[in-house]
C-alpha cells in the first residue's frame, strides 16, 4: 500500500483534464451539508483548484483553501494558503468545518491530516473527507494494470481510518457510499481525458481509449465520511 504521488505541478493536466467532462461529483452535495451543518468559517484542505470552495460563498460560507501545489494554488478562489495539510497554520478549535475531498491518499499515514482537521474544529465542527473504492469503475480494469491497487485511504477503508481520530467521547462519523453508472465516457477524447486521472500519460491514455467499446457507462464507487467532533 502506498500514497498516491503528487504530480499538481509537474503535470497539473492529468488531474485538470477530467473537469473537461464534468460528471455527477460529490462537491455540490457536501457544500449542501456544510450549509444544513450551518458552517460559517469553512478550511478546504487539498482544495485543488476550488471546485468546492468555489461553491461555498453563495452557501453564505467563507472559505480559506488550503493546497501544497502552487500550480493548482494559482487557479484557486482566493483566499488560500499554501500549506501542508499535515500542519495546518490555523488555530485550534477556530473553524466550523473542514474538507478534505479526494486528497487524504496522498500521504503516507492519512491519520496525520485528520487529527490535524479535528485539531483545528470547533467543538460540534464537522469534518468531510471523500474517496474512491478500489473496486470503482470495474469497466476500466481491461486496461488499468494496476486498477484495484490499495492506497492508503480507499472507500474501504475510509471509514474505519476517519473512526480511528474521532474516537472521543461524543465524537460522531457517518458514511454516505455511492455506487451506481454515474458517468458515460461518450468519445475517444472523453475516455483519454478521463483515464490520465489514473496517471497515465497523454499518450497512453489515448492508446487506452481507443480499445475501448465507447460509449462506457462506469460503475462509480466510493463514500463521503462526515465526523463530527463531541460538542
Ligand atoms: C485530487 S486533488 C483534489 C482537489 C479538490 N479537493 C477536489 O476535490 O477537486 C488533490 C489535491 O490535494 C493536494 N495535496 C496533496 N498532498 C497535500 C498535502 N500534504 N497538503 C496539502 N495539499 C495536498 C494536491 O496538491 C491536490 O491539489
Excluded at 491497487?149 to 474505519?160: L, V
Excluded at 455511492?178 to 497523454?202: E, K, P, Q, V
Aim: hydrophobic fraction near 45%; include cysteine.
Amino acid at each position: 500500500m502506498s500514497a498516491l504521488p503528487n504530480d499538481y505541478d509537474s503535470d497539473p493536466e492529468r488531474f485538470l483534464s477530467s473537469g473537461k467532462y464534468p460528471h455527477d461529483d460529490v462537491h455540490p452535495y457536501v457544500a449542501a451539508r456544510l450549509a444544513r451543518a450551518r458552517a460559517r468559517r469553512v478550511l478546504d484542505v487539498g482544495g485543488g483548484n476550488g471546485r468546492l470552495a468555489r461553491l461555498l460563498p453563495g452557501l453564505s460560507m467563507s472559505c480559506l483553501l488550503i493546497d501544497l501545489s502552487p500550480a493548482m494554488l494559482a487557479l484557486a478562489p482566493r483566499p488560500v494558503v499554501r500549506a501542508d495539510g499535515s500542519r495546518l497554520p490555523v488555530a485550534d478549535a477556530s473553524v466550523d468545518a473542514v474538507a478534505a475531498l479526494y486528497t487524504l491518499y496522498h500521504y503516507a499515514d492519512p491519520r496525520v491530516p485528520i487529527r490535524e482537521a479535528r485539531r483545528v474544529l470547533r467543538p460540534g465542527g464537522l469534518l468531510a473527507a471523500c474517496a474512491p473504492n478500489r473496486d470503482s469503475n470495474p469497466e476500466l480494469a481491461p486496461v488499468l494494470p494496476h486498477w484495484g491497487a490499495r492506497s492508503t485511504f480507499d472507500g474501504e477503508d475510509a471509514a474505519a481510518i476517519v473512526t480511528s481520530v474521532f474516537s472521543a467521547r461524543g465524537d460522531q462519523v457517518e458514511v454516505e457510499r455511492w455506487d451506481g453508472h454515474l458517468n458515460t465516457l461518450s468519445t475517444a477524447a472523453h475516455a483519454a481525458g478521463f483515464l490520465r486521472i489514473y496517471g497515465m500519460s497523454d499518450a497512453e491514455a489515448s492508446a487506452a481509449a481507443s480499445t475501448l467499446d465507447l460509449p462506457l457507462t462506469m460503475t462509480m464507487r466510493g463514500c463521503i465520511i462526515y465526523a463530527t467532533k463531541a460538542p
